[in-house]
């Protein structure tokens, strides 16, 4: 630290700085091809009715397979992506994908697509919205955009306003990761959310008995109730954290324990499947 290294402390740091400033551009260099390589793909992921345990939606999470670095998670490429812009094209065709893929589903069957705030604040998000519908003949309804608290950060008012149009279209607007960002309620009260999921974190926290992460969970659920939003637990793994969950009251739950992000093949494969079919019944 400062304290002991002197004047030279931040010498010592260099080299492996540079190694990751290196390896940041080696990876933009080769992100740059990816779309025209055909490297991405999406992987959907089963959002469940708490109660029925039946699926009601996927989430489409972009996965990159690089010729030169192999598979690169999304927490490293897609803060990469965000910074030089390329979330913008990556992911108008994240969207376009999920729309199309969307329609392969059961009707009632919703998709849910991440949107960063620089693709969000685009002049041409609204009109990238509208051509994937179109396009795709999905119902717009039946796509739900998923944002985080940090685009109110940036530019609120545009985001509202962006939201609203999105809203208008008969979209919905997920709260995405809700509780680790600067949660200020005000936009609560501006924006009609679709759903407001809840991080992993009060998941895990709740399942180990921290008071404060029920406790918070508790209040999330009651005020989306009577906001008439819907509440979404991510990343449940263990019986034990769907328990907990279901006790709090949560609507849909999202998680390891009842699929993990998979191929679009095998996302069709769950409606097709005896156990699948069941549940509808019962539903
Ligand atoms: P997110 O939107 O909060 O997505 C949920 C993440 O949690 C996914 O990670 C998912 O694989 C992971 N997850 C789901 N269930 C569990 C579980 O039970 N346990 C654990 N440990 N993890 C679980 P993934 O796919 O690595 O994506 C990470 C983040 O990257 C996403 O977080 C989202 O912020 C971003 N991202 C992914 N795809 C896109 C995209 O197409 N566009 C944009 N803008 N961001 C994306
Ligand atoms: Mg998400
Ligand atoms: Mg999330
Ligand atoms: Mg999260």
Redesign the pocket.
């Known amino acids: 630290r400062a304290k002991d290294g002197g004047g030279n402390a931040h010498h010592r740091y260099e080299p492996a700085l540079h190694a990751s400033a290196e390896e940041r551009r080696k990876l933009e260099f080769s992100l740059r091809h990816a779309l025209e390589r055909r490297e991405l793909s999406?992987?959907f992921?089963p959002v469940v009715d708490a109660d029925t345990e039946s699926v009601v939606s996927f989430?489409?999470?972009?996965?990159w397979n690089s010729a030169e670095h192999g598979f690169v998670?999304?927490?490293k490429f897609?803060p990469l992506?965000?910074d030089t812009r390329l979330?913008v094209p990556?992911?108008e065709w994240?969207l376009r994908e999920a729309c199309h893929e969307a329609m392969n589903w059961p009707s009632h069957v919703r998709v849910a697509?991440?949107?960063?705030g620089e693709?969000l604040l685009d002049h041409n998000f609204a009109a990238s919205v509208v051509s994937a519908l179109a396009e795709s003949g999905l119902p717009p309804h039946r796509l739900e955009v998923?944002v985080?608290e940090s685009i109110f950060l940036r530019d609120g008012t545009m985001a509202n306003q962006v939201l609203e149009r999105i809203m208008s279209l008969g979209c919905g607007v997920a709260l995405?990761?809700f509780g680790t960002g600067y949660s200020s309620l005000g936009y609560l009260r501006k924006l009609r959310f679709s759903t407001i999921?809840i991080?992993?974190s009060f998941v895990q926290g709740a399942a180990s008995g921290n008071a404060e992460s029920i406790a918070i969970i508790r209040a999330v659920v009651a005020m989306a109730e009577s906001l008439d939003m819907s509440t979404t637990a991510?990343?449940?793994?263990t019986d034990r954290e769907v328990e907990i969950i279901r006790k709090l009251g949560c609507r849909k739950i999202?998680?390891?324990?009842f699929g993990?992000?998979m191929g679009a093949m095998d996302a069709r494969e769950i409606f097709k499947s005896r156990h699948y079919l069941d549940r509808q019944r019962v539903a």
């Open positions: 999406v992987a992921q989430e489409a999470l972009v996965r998670s999304p927490a897609i992506a965000e979330i990556i992911g994240v697509v991440n949107v960063s693709q998923e985080t995405d990761d999921k991080d992993r991510e990343g449940a793994e999202q998680g390891y324990f993990r992000p």
